[in-house]
């Protein structure tokens, strides 16, 4: 998959995760935002980057997105541990969207 392709498909999955967004959140103006990843990987802080950057992009005048660092989550690679990490990031009143990066914690 070229690079390109992989910007165009990362940008359409953060429209659509955005137009997710519970209204409540909207009103108020402000969306917390959670990521969680599997484990440590290469390009992990990359995606992250782009995710926060392309997200903001989006959403400039419209909501304010935050992306708060206790929010961030990287995993160790084992069910357990995502399903704790995910499990904790929907019960957090102050998360309005999770996004989920790699299969473990996207199952």
């Not at 084992?78 to 957090?92: I, K, M, N, V």
């Amino acid at each position: 998959m070229t690079n390109g392709l992989r910007k165009m498909r990362g940008t359409a999955t953060v429209v659509l995760l955005l137009l997710c967004i519970p209204s409540v959140a909207l009103a108020t103006r402000q969306v917390t935002v959670a990521i969680l990843s599997d484990g440590p990987w290469a390009t992990t802080q990359a995606v992250r980057k782009q995710i926060i950057q392309e997200s903001t992009a989006l959403t400039e005048g419209e909501f304010l997105v935050r992306f708060p660092k206790d929010k961030q989550r990287v995993g160790d690679w084992s069910r357990d541990t995502a399903r704790q990490q995910l499990t904790e990031a929907l019960a957090d009143p102050e998360v309005d969207l999770v996004i989920s990066l790699g299969l473990i914690s996207s199952v």
